[in-house]
Every structure is written in C-alpha cells, then in structure tokens.
C-alpha cells in the first residue's frame, strides 16, 4: 500500500479551515506522486475554533456585516490556484433559514457565525477530490520536532502515537501568554487587599462572575474586548434595553456593578458606518501609491514617519474625504470638483495653503476633514469634575452616531475607503527598510494602527446607543483621555482617573479590556514555547543604527512564504506559521467578498507551496468555474 504524502494543520479555526479550503481546491489540479492525508489538530470544534465556538454568549456578536463576510473565493481574487465560489454569510443564512439579524443591524451574532463556519467546513471536507482525506484530531498538540530534511513529529495531549507529517501548518490563531511582572504585581496588589483583578482575557474564556452588583469596577481600554465586557456584565446578567420614543434606555436588574471606562482617547471606537457612498468612488490610490513612496525611497536615505509618509498618508485620506463632498453633496461646497481637486492635488497637507483653499471652498467648519481632533477629539480638554465628562463624552458618541447613519455625512466613508486603500499600501511598502525600527514599533504599528482600527473597526452602532443609554442609567461611566490607574497599599482599593479632569475614583475591581498580547517568550502554547526554547523558532526583532531593539514578540516567520524561521534566520522549508501570532502583521480571519482579500492570497500561497514540493509538475492552473 503507498504511504501516503501527509500534510498536518494545527489550529481549525477560520484560518485553518481556509488553508484547508487550499489545500483540498489545488490538490484537485496538481500532480500529486501519492495520496494526500492531511490531519488537522484542534481541541475546539473545527470551523469555528476556540474563539469562533458556538458555546458562547448570544450577546457576542461579529463587528463586520454579514454581507461583508465570505470563506470562499471568487472571480476578484489574484491566486495560483483554482476559484471555489461559495455563498457569503448572509447568503448561507437566507438559504438556510438561519435567524440571524440582530436587531434587524446586518450584523450576525458569533454563534451564527459559528455554525456558518461549521457548514463551511463540512462543504469543504464532502468536496475533497479523490485520493485525499481528511482527519479531524480533537486534542491539543503539545510538540513539534523534525530537521530540515526530515520528516515532522506532532505529539498529541491525550495519545501516545505522534503524528508523522510531511508538511506541517500552524494556524495557531489568536495566543496567549505568561502573566508580565506588571500584571504579577497588580495581581499580587488585589490579592493583598481583597479586590478582584482580571488581566487581558478573551471575553468568552473569562470568568465574571466575581464582579459583584454595585461595586466599581475600572475597565482599561475602551475597544472590542471592552464592548464584550459591558453585554455581558449588563444585559447578560438580567438588565435589558427599551425604546422609548424612538430612544433606547437601559433598565437596570440591580445585579450590574458599576463600570468605569477610559483609556488613551478616552472615547469610545467609531460606530461602523451604515451607508454607502452617494457619488462615485474616489479615484486610488491617488497620492500614497507605489510611485510615491519609491520616490521617497530615492530622496531619503533614512524615511521618517511624520515628516515623509503621514503627509501622503493624510493628503490619500483627504483626497477620499473630499472627493465624496463634493461629488455626492455639491451644495455644501463653493467649487466644483476638478477646479477643487486640481487646486488641492498642488498643496502640501495641512500647509497654509490647504487650509486655505479648504475654508474658501468648504463652508461648515464640520465639513472639514481634521484628523488630529478625530484621533484625540478630548485633547487639550480640561473638565471640572467626573459629571463634566460624562456629558462631553456622550455628546461625542451622540455626534458620531449621527455622522454614521446619516448619508449627509457620505463624506466619513470617503475617508474610510481612502484608509483602507493607504493600509494596503503600507503592506507593501519598501521603504520600511529605511524606517528606523523605533518608528516601525511607535508609528506603524502603534500609533497608525490604533487609529486605523479606531475609524475603520469599530462596534455595530447599536452597541454605540447601548452604551449611552448605560451611561444615562448611571450603570456605565466616563473616565476620560489617558486614563491612569494607582495601586497604593495604605488606601487598600484602585484609584483611576484621567488627565481630562482632576477627579478620580476609588473601585475594588480592575479589568484589563484588551486582547492579550502575543509573546513568543512568555507563551502558553507548549508547542510553540518548544521551538522557541530549542531554536527551531524566534520571535521578530526590529533593530536600528541608533541602538533601539524591541522584540516584537512575534513568531518570526518569511513574509513571501510564511515559512517559519529559527534562531539562525533559516526557514524550514516545510514548515509554516500564518496568523496574528506572527510577523505577518497585515493578517485578516474574513474576506470581503469580491475584495480580491489578502487573506485568501495568503492561505493559496501556503497550500501550493505545501503542495508542490510534492507534485511533479503542475496540471493547471485557474477556476473550475
């Protein structure tokens, strides 16, 4: 009987399920030399993996549009491999009967999601071609050993027979990591005193039951791990929401502790938007395109952020923002278009002359796009007392939820657009080499990043109208901007405030409201924390000619390949690691339909170069459709 090529996945979430989806779809055309086994690893159910699981909370739901949400390619994606069509979420749904509209919003909850990916899966393992099969191992895998030109050992938590694979596959998702010495040391602070202290956890993973009815509570941070924290201590414990002339209010159940919130901006993420663009798409990239930034490459021999990137990257934003003003709301404006644009493409952002040419031409101050005041909009502000900031900060989220859900305001989607066209941009951009590492960590992947989740990912706008009825119940309160916690043994309590106001409060509960953070050394996975011990793996370091490292804590692996790398810098020719776990930082779990997705190039790139370094020679490359 001929042994057949094997190939394991570890993880079967959405991203293994997707490299899977690969897997099966390229083995279906190239010239395999033996039958292909491929064995996937996963204690949680596959399709939906541990944060995907159907058993969890009805009140978790997705922050993208079910319409917006695809696991299967199409016609628009630029892969090797061949074209599976298949139906989106909100497809999949209305075929098969699913209830699964909140609140009427286009937004599926996460166990509807769940059971998408769960069909998913089961689509994909019934189409498998001939010659290949698929297993499912329900356990952890606990270590991974083999050379270079060896086979690969996978061990098994719960079996004494390892996995012997040909190709190995880590779609390990979302890690988690050994406490730091700050988090041992708040930890250690709460124990002392009898307070209650949750470092960063994923929401359905936490316990939160110990947060008593009435008591205080600090929650550090203010975005998607926060919005789960407040459904479940609110409305998942028996509280539930009214509308009242067209208004919502939260009827507390008394078993709600009370939540103070804050963070670096000290608002909350934008609403997602709920209308489309009202004139035609803007042109881009127009100004941040590949011919611009090779041009800086050229002129600079060391490329600083602010100075030489963030004014192209403000100008492609602006060129969105203004371009659905004036084409789809052209008596807010005093020019048309061309005259506008031809007039604007000749200034520098944010020079004398731009400012200028916008207050001539752009009548409403809220008609002018200023991106510092929407990245800190509580900067500069200094408010009496706590009361003063709960009134600001709700006519903030008040003002947002109006910008977002009526189409007057088309020209936030224009800047939206505009964003995303610059992100794709900086995935591909050359000029990081020059990027001193300092400004990669602080700028790119800090400050940019945070304040392009902040406008592009925020929650459903409902949950932006929950959370103001909470605040008007008294059961939700505003800290406000670079918020600060203290831990001062002769009070006994936490003491959080902000720097938007002198006062402060004392609370017994402190919960930290962020995703926990990858860190190779200080990893939970033992079988990651093997190959980093061993060698065999190391985590992304950025360094520069000024001295500055910082260790990314990342899982360094080849950005053309994603195979993994070890302490040599050598890649594992069949071994490969994609996910947020990973230096791979421009990753994405869901497709856009017809976005020609990052996330399905990636997985198609891992399964052929699985793949063929087995095949003899292709047999076709393209669609079955």
């Known amino acids: 009987m001929t042994e057949p090529l094997v190939v394991v996945i570890i993880g079967a979430g959405p991203r293994g399920t997707g490299i899977l989806e690969r897997l099966l779809a390229n083995a279906s ?209 028996g509280g539930e929401y009214v509308t009242e002339e067209g208004r919502l209010r939260y009827v507390p159940c008394g078993q709600e502790p009370v939540l103070y919130v804050g963070s670096r901006r000290g608002v909350p993420q934008r609403a997602k938007i709920a209308y489309r663009l009202c004139g035609s798409p803007a042109p881009l990239p127009r100004f941040f395109d590949a011919a611009a930034l090779d041009e800086v490459l050229v002129d600079h021999e060391r490329v600083d952020f602010y100075a030489d990137l963030w004014p192209l990257m403000a100008k492609e934003i602006g060129w969105g923002y203004y371009h659905e003003l004036f084409t789809a709301h052209p008596h807010r404006v005093m020019s048309d278009w061309p005259e506008f644009a031809a007039a604007y493409a000749e200034c520098d952002w944010n020079s004398a002359s731009m400012r200028e040419l916008v207050e001539m031409a752009v009548l409403e101050p809220a008609d002018r796009l200023d991106l510092a005041a929407l990245d800190r909009p509580l900067d500069g502000l200094s408010l009496p007392g706590l009361a003063d900031v709960q009134c600001r900060v709700r006519r903030h989220v008040a003002a947002d939820l109006r910008r977002r859900n009526e189409f007057i305001h088309s020209a936030d989607l224009g800047a939206y657009h505009a964003m995303l066209s610059v992100n794709r941009q900086l995935r591909q951009l050359k000029a990081a080499e020059k990027l001193s590492a300092r400004s990669m960590v602080e700028d790119v992947h800090g400050w940019w990043q945070g304040f392009f989740e902040y406008y592009t990912s925020g929650p459903p706008a409902q949950r932006s109208r929950q959370l103001l009825a909470l605040s008007e119940a008294g059961v939700l309160r505003f800290l406000g901007a670079d918020m600060w916690v203290a831990t001062d043994d002769d009070l006994g309590v936490f003491v959080a405030g902000s720097a938007t106001t002198p006062d402060s409060v004392e609370a017994t509960a402190l919960v930290e409201a962020r995703l926990p953070q990858a860190d190779l050394s200080r990893t939970t996975d033992p079988l990651l924390r093997g190959l980093y011990l061993r060698g065999e793996a190391t985590d992304h370091v950025l360094s520069d000619d000024d001295g500055f490292q910082h260790s990314s804590g990342l899982l360094l692996v080849s950005t053309s390949d994603f195979q993994v790398l070890d302490r040599a810098g050598t890649p594992h020719p069949r071994r490969y690691a994609i996910g947020p776990f990973t230096n791979v930082r421009h990753f994405a779990t869901f497709a856009t339909p017809r976005s020609n997705a990052v996330s399905f190039r990636q997985n198609d790139s891992i399964a052929r170069g699985a793949l063929l370094s087995f095949a003899q020679e292709p047999l076709r490359k393209g669609s079955d459709t």
């Not at 695809?70 to 009967?97: K, N, Y």
């Not at 937004?107 to 899966?121: G, I, K, T």
């Not at 994909?124 to 060896?150: F, M, N, S, Y």
């Open 29 to 237: 055309v190239l010239d395999l030399p033996r039958p292909l086994r491929i064995e996937l690893v996963d204690p949680y159910p596959p399709g939906g993996g541990r944060v995907w699981r159907e058993q969890q909370s009805s009140l978790m739901w997705m922050n993208a549009m079910a319409g917006n949400v695809t696991m299967f390619t199409d016609d628009t994606v630029q892969c090797e491999g061949p074209i599976r069509p298949g139906p989106s979420l909100s497809e999949w749904a209305a075929a098969d009967g699913t209830h699964w509209d909140v609140l009427g919003m286009s937004f599926a909850s996460r166990q509807v999601q769940s059971r998408y990916l769960s069909w998913v899966f089961d689509r994909i393992v019934a189409d498998a071609p001939p010659g290949v099969t698929v297993t499912v191992h329900e356990t952890r895998a606990t270590r991974l050993e083999g050379g270079h030109g060896e086979r690969q050992t996978v061990w098994l938590a719960d079996r004494d027979e390892p996995l012997v694979a040909d190709s190995v596959i880590l779609a390990l998702g979302h890690q988690e990591a050994e406490p730091t010495e700050e988090d041992l040391r708040v930890a250690g602070f709460a124990a002392r005193h009898g307070l209650r202290y949750l470092s960063s956890a994923y929401t359905a993973d936490a316990d939160l039951s110990g947060f008593k009815p009435g008591e205080n509570v600090v929650l550090r941070g203010f975005g998607a791990a926060f919005v789960d924290v407040m459904a479940l201590l609110t409305e998942g414990r």
